[in-house]
């Protein structure tokens, strides 16, 4: 077996792919609908007469499709390699989201363009990304991944003034086409040019058998793993929980006395916190065994919803809460994509990580009328935050019980066998 390249040579080799990669995330399916579709509320409200709900309903819609096909997607990445699935994909992405200019005063057609984006999209995500990113990172993977998974925190940056210059200038048709724009004419260029698996040669041998192949269970042999359903499960108590304190966190902000301002300033904070995360996160497990990363991280959302609690009316303490709560949402995409490589192997990653990623999107889109549906009914978010603190600390606390990295898997080629010897 080859001897393990220096961290230093995973960067110097891989450093074009995870650069192309970062373009597809932070341009694809992920991000870009998710910074418009708030944008559209008053000038389709102004055109057609729909109500808040009909227009935002699309995004529920679009992220519940794009995540039960993940693990499709994931699958054809197995199979034909990630590069055609991704550039596909975001090409795809990218002509049916500028379709969406053409919506007639028919909400049928428009949520028919949404499904259409949802279908076509999920491979312009993390799903396919991050799957070239393991075969190229190993000793320094997390470090990559969270870089990666930046992607999807530098949108924000850039499409929300995009789409206000957009249809001030042009009306809210052209706000899509400037954003179609961004994965066809910048993302898809940038990985024609860079983005591939590595060759043979170039894989970090860790994530090879003895055998020379690719290593990895099938998704048959993970889906009879216990440490699947403890990773799945974490998952979905993670994204249920912070995905609706995230959308909710200005009404909750504003129910405790705070002005548009200071929920601006929070809001800034989690930006912060969700770039620090990944970061931090990537960089604490390349050095440290998952659990031991995750479980403190996890429980720094639960004291973020102690803060919002306890109805402080101190601005410093609901900032802090916000940098915690951004710090767990950085972690959580990161641990999916580091724990499905580091226990399943590469194999079969794809749809593993499909797997994984299913609960993700479905939970995240889930949580907000959660929490709106528990304001309703109570008068206040207090008990979606309380039920949030448990948890928090559940969804740490499994992947406390997932034990030690298996140290090799079989081959490709060979079916059956669970997990190899074990190592820390």
Known sequence: MRKPAPSGKEFSNGWKVLLASISGVALGASP????????????????????????????????????????????????????????????????????????????????????????VGIGSTPVTWSRAINMWFFRQRGLA????????????????????????????????LAAAA??????????????????????PPEITSSGGHVAGVELKVALRDYRFWLIWGSVVMIAITFGGALVNMVPILQDRGFGASDAATVMSAFGVGIISGRLLTGALLDRFWAGY?????????????????SGSQSLPMVVLAGLLLGLTAGAESDLIAYLAGRYFGMAHYGKIYGMLYMPFGIASAVSP????????????????????????????????????????????????????????
């Open 32 to 119: 870009i609908p998710y910074n418009i579709i708030g944008f559209t509320i008053a000038p389709l409200s102004e055109e057609f007469g729909w109500s808040k709900t009909e227009i935002l309903a699309p995004i529920t819609i679009f992220g519940i499709i794009a995540s039960l096909l993940a693990p499709f997607f994931g699958g054809l990445a197995d199979r034909f390699g990630v590069r055609p699935v991704a550039l596909f994909s975001l090409l795809a992405f990218g002509l049916s989201f500028a379709a969406i200019s053409l919506t007639p005063s028919s909400l049928a057609v428009y949520y028919g363009l949404w499904v259409l984006v949802g279908i």
């Open 145 to 176: 991944l969270g870089i990666l998974l930046l992607g999807t925190s530098l949108a924000p940056l850039v499409i929300p003034h995009l789409a206000v210059w957009s249809t001030e200038n042009f009306g809210w048709r052209s706000m899509f």
């Open 182 to 203: 961004l994965p066809v004419c910048v993302a898809l260029p940038i990985c024609l040019i860079w983005f591939r698996e590595p060759r043979p040669e170039e894989q």
């Open 293 to 309: 990363v995750a479980f403190p991280l996890l429980c720094l959302a639960a004291f973020s919803s102690v803060i919002l609690l």
């Open 369 to 424: 009328l959660l929490y709106a549906y528990s304001r309703d009914v109570t008068g206040s978010y207090d008990l979606a935050l309380s039920i949030a603190i448990g948890m928090y600390l559940v969804g740490g606390g499994l992947l406390l019980m997932l034990g030690k990295y298996p140290e090799d898997f079989p081959s490709s080629e060979r079916e059956g066998s669970t997990s190899g010897t074990e190592v820390s």
